[in-house]
Protein backbone atom coordinates (compact mmCIF):
# COMPACT_ATOMS: atom_id res chain seq x y z
CA UNK A 1 0.00 0.00 0.00
CA UNK A 2 1.55 3.33 -0.97
CA UNK A 3 2.20 5.77 1.66
CA UNK A 4 -0.39 8.66 2.49
CA UNK A 5 0.12 12.20 0.64
CA UNK A 6 -2.50 13.50 3.73
CA UNK A 7 -0.83 14.44 6.58
CA UNK A 8 -1.77 11.11 9.37
CA UNK A 9 -2.18 11.30 13.10
CA UNK A 10 -2.17 8.63 15.20
CA UNK A 11 -5.48 8.52 17.45
CA UNK A 12 -6.53 6.27 20.66
CA UNK A 13 -8.48 3.52 18.97
CA UNK A 14 -10.63 3.73 21.75
CA UNK A 15 -10.64 6.78 23.80
CA UNK A 16 -10.70 7.10 27.62
CA UNK A 17 -12.65 9.83 27.56
CA UNK A 18 -15.62 8.12 25.57
CA UNK A 19 -15.74 9.98 22.81
CA UNK A 20 -16.33 13.24 24.76
CA UNK A 21 -13.55 15.50 22.74
CA UNK A 22 -11.08 15.62 25.68
CA UNK A 23 -8.20 13.10 24.20
CA UNK A 24 -5.25 15.50 22.60
CA UNK A 25 -5.86 14.12 19.12
CA UNK A 26 -8.83 16.71 18.98
CA UNK A 27 -6.88 19.74 19.12
CA UNK A 28 -4.76 18.38 15.86
CA UNK A 29 -8.60 17.19 14.10
CA UNK A 30 -9.67 21.07 15.23
CA UNK A 31 -6.59 22.66 14.07
CA UNK A 32 -6.80 20.95 10.51
CA UNK A 33 -10.71 21.39 10.13
CA UNK A 34 -9.36 25.26 11.09
CA UNK A 35 -6.97 25.38 8.04
CA UNK A 36 -9.13 23.16 5.72
CA UNK A 37 -6.33 20.93 5.56
CA UNK A 38 -7.75 16.79 5.04
CA UNK A 39 -6.11 14.59 6.86
CA UNK A 40 -5.82 10.92 7.52
CA UNK A 41 -6.00 8.88 10.86
CA UNK A 42 -4.04 5.78 12.19
CA UNK A 43 -5.80 3.97 15.10
CA UNK A 44 -3.23 2.68 17.94
CA UNK A 45 -4.73 0.63 20.60
CA UNK A 46 -3.25 1.11 24.09
CA UNK A 47 -0.84 -1.87 23.92
CA UNK A 48 1.10 -0.46 20.69
CA UNK A 49 1.51 2.90 21.65
CA UNK A 50 4.30 1.45 23.97
CA UNK A 51 5.95 -0.98 21.15
CA UNK A 52 8.82 0.25 19.85
CA UNK A 53 7.20 1.26 16.30
CA UNK A 54 5.05 3.73 18.15
CA UNK A 55 7.45 5.06 20.46
CA UNK A 56 9.84 5.61 17.28
CA UNK A 57 7.28 8.45 16.76
CA UNK A 58 6.49 9.48 20.04
CA UNK A 59 9.07 8.80 22.50
CA UNK A 60 7.22 8.99 25.51
CA UNK A 61 4.71 5.91 24.29
CA UNK A 62 1.50 8.88 23.48
CA UNK A 63 -0.64 10.39 21.21
CA UNK A 64 -0.94 11.85 18.99
CA UNK A 65 1.60 12.10 16.35
CA UNK A 66 1.90 13.44 13.08
CA UNK A 67 3.32 12.25 9.92
CA UNK A 68 3.93 13.82 6.96
CA UNK A 69 6.85 12.63 4.25
CA UNK A 70 9.78 12.75 5.80
CA UNK A 71 8.78 14.56 9.11
CA UNK A 72 7.15 13.12 12.14
CA UNK A 73 6.23 15.07 15.32
CA UNK A 74 4.77 14.40 19.01
CA UNK A 75 3.13 16.62 21.42
CA UNK A 76 0.09 18.24 20.45
CA UNK A 77 1.02 21.77 20.99
CA UNK A 78 3.97 21.33 18.63
CA UNK A 79 1.94 20.27 15.73
CA UNK A 80 -1.22 22.33 16.16
CA UNK A 81 1.77 24.93 15.76
CA UNK A 82 3.08 23.39 12.59
CA UNK A 83 -0.66 23.44 11.33
CA UNK A 84 -1.21 26.98 11.87
CA UNK A 85 2.55 27.97 10.57
CA UNK A 86 1.98 25.99 6.93
CA UNK A 87 -1.59 27.10 6.68
CA UNK A 88 -3.48 30.56 6.77
CA UNK A 89 -6.54 31.06 9.51
CA UNK A 90 -4.45 29.98 12.76
CA UNK A 91 -2.14 32.86 12.88
CA UNK A 92 -2.59 36.50 12.54
CA UNK A 93 -0.41 38.24 9.44
CA UNK A 94 0.50 41.04 11.83
CA UNK A 95 4.30 39.71 13.27
CA UNK A 96 3.23 41.13 16.62
CA UNK A 97 -0.28 39.80 17.36
CA UNK A 98 1.12 36.58 15.56
CA UNK A 99 3.91 36.59 18.65
CA UNK A 100 1.13 37.02 20.95
CA UNK A 101 -1.06 34.31 19.49
CA UNK A 102 2.05 32.06 20.24
CA UNK A 103 2.15 32.93 23.69
CA UNK A 104 -1.39 32.09 24.63
CA UNK A 105 -0.41 28.71 23.34
CA UNK A 106 2.60 28.17 25.59
CA UNK A 107 0.06 29.83 28.77
CA UNK A 108 -2.92 27.12 27.67
CA UNK A 109 -0.15 24.65 27.93
CA UNK A 110 1.91 25.77 30.32
CA UNK A 111 0.41 28.06 32.92
CA UNK A 112 -3.65 26.47 32.95
CA UNK A 113 -3.39 23.29 32.06
CA UNK A 114 -1.01 21.70 34.24
CA UNK A 115 -3.08 22.55 37.79
CA UNK A 116 -6.29 21.15 35.78
CA UNK A 117 -4.31 17.98 35.24
CA UNK A 118 -3.17 17.89 38.66
CA UNK A 119 -7.13 17.70 39.56
CA UNK A 120 -7.75 14.95 37.25
CA UNK A 121 -5.02 12.99 38.95
CA UNK A 122 -5.70 13.79 42.21
CA UNK A 123 -9.68 12.44 41.68
CA UNK A 124 -8.49 9.34 39.76
CA UNK A 125 -5.42 7.81 41.65
CA UNK A 126 -5.56 9.38 44.99
CA UNK A 127 -9.31 9.07 45.86
CA UNK A 128 -8.45 6.24 48.36
CA UNK A 129 -6.12 8.34 49.99
CA UNK A 130 -6.20 9.26 53.69
CA UNK A 131 -5.24 13.11 51.98
CA UNK A 132 -7.75 13.15 49.49
CA UNK A 133 -10.45 15.33 51.30
CA UNK A 134 -7.72 17.58 52.30
CA UNK A 135 -5.81 18.04 49.33
CA UNK A 136 -8.88 18.20 47.11
CA UNK A 137 -9.70 21.91 48.00
CA UNK A 138 -6.29 22.90 47.72
CA UNK A 139 -5.77 21.72 43.93
CA UNK A 140 -8.84 23.28 42.91
CA UNK A 141 -8.25 26.33 44.25
CA UNK A 142 -4.83 26.59 42.39
CA UNK A 143 -6.91 26.02 39.69
CA UNK A 144 -9.60 29.10 40.62
CA UNK A 145 -6.73 31.60 40.96
CA UNK A 146 -5.89 30.62 37.19
CA UNK A 147 -9.02 31.00 35.93
CA UNK A 148 -9.57 33.87 37.81
CA UNK A 149 -6.99 35.62 36.51
CA UNK A 150 -7.81 34.61 32.68
CA UNK A 151 -10.91 35.49 33.34
CA UNK A 152 -9.96 39.12 34.02
CA UNK A 153 -7.64 39.29 31.22
CA UNK A 154 -10.40 38.07 28.98
CA UNK A 155 -12.86 40.57 29.72
CA UNK A 156 -15.82 40.77 27.61
CA UNK A 157 -13.95 39.55 24.63
CA UNK A 158 -15.02 36.84 22.51
CA UNK A 159 -11.29 36.05 21.70
CA UNK A 160 -8.05 36.15 23.64
CA UNK A 161 -6.63 38.98 21.43
CA UNK A 162 -8.67 40.00 18.59
CA UNK A 163 -9.44 37.39 16.13
CA UNK A 164 -10.02 33.84 17.30
CA UNK A 165 -6.55 32.03 16.71
CA UNK A 166 -4.23 29.01 17.49
CA UNK A 167 -4.15 30.88 21.26
CA UNK A 168 -7.61 30.38 21.47
CA UNK A 169 -7.95 26.59 20.07
CA UNK A 170 -5.76 25.60 22.70
CA UNK A 171 -6.98 27.41 25.56
CA UNK A 172 -10.59 26.22 24.99
CA UNK A 173 -9.22 22.65 24.57
CA UNK A 174 -7.53 22.73 28.13
CA UNK A 175 -10.62 24.37 29.68
CA UNK A 176 -12.95 22.12 28.26
CA UNK A 177 -11.45 19.72 30.99
CA UNK A 178 -13.26 21.31 33.62
CA UNK A 179 -16.72 20.74 32.55
CA UNK A 180 -17.35 17.74 34.52
CA UNK A 181 -16.23 19.39 37.79
CA UNK A 182 -18.46 22.69 37.55
CA UNK A 183 -15.41 24.97 38.23
CA UNK A 184 -15.78 26.64 34.55
CA UNK A 185 -19.30 27.86 35.92
CA UNK A 186 -17.83 29.93 38.49
CA UNK A 187 -16.32 32.28 35.13
CA UNK A 188 -19.23 33.02 33.39
CA UNK A 189 -17.23 34.92 30.51
CA UNK A 190 -14.73 31.54 30.26
CA UNK A 191 -17.90 29.43 30.46
CA UNK A 192 -19.32 31.22 27.16
CA UNK A 193 -15.83 31.41 25.99
CA UNK A 194 -15.83 27.78 26.15
CA UNK A 195 -18.93 27.72 24.26
CA UNK A 196 -18.13 29.98 21.37
CA UNK A 197 -15.23 27.53 21.13
CA UNK A 198 -17.66 25.07 20.95
CA UNK A 199 -19.85 26.02 18.41
CA UNK A 200 -17.33 26.77 15.89
CA UNK A 201 -18.04 24.63 12.71
CA UNK A 202 -14.45 23.55 12.64
CA UNK A 203 -15.18 22.21 16.35
CA UNK A 204 -17.93 20.48 15.69
CA UNK A 205 -16.79 18.46 12.78
CA UNK A 206 -13.57 17.80 14.43
CA UNK A 207 -15.71 16.23 17.71
CA UNK A 208 -17.96 14.43 15.17
CA UNK A 209 -14.95 12.60 13.72
CA UNK A 210 -13.62 11.40 17.07
CA UNK A 211 -16.49 10.62 18.71
CA UNK A 212 -17.11 8.62 15.49
CA UNK A 213 -14.10 6.29 16.30
CA UNK A 214 -15.61 5.25 19.98
CA UNK A 215 -19.20 4.63 18.40
CA UNK A 216 -18.09 2.47 15.93
CA UNK A 217 -16.27 0.17 18.40
CA UNK A 218 -17.86 -2.67 19.50
CA UNK A 219 -19.35 -1.98 23.47
CA UNK A 220 -17.23 -3.72 26.11
CA UNK A 221 -20.38 -3.92 28.19
CA UNK A 222 -19.43 -1.18 30.57
Do not use: C
Request: net charge neutral; aromatic share 10%; glycine share 6%.
Amino acid sequence: MPPSLLPVITVFERSPDRGKGLARDMRVRWAFEEVGQPYEVRLVSFSAMKEPAHRALHPFGQIPTYEEGALALFESGAIVFHIAERHAGLLPADPNARARAITWMFAALNTIEPPILDLQTTRILERDKSWYEQRLPVVEDRIRERLAELSDRLGNADWLDGAFSAGDLMMVSVLLRLKASRLLDEYPNLFAYVARGEARPAYRRAFDAQLAIFTSQPSTGR
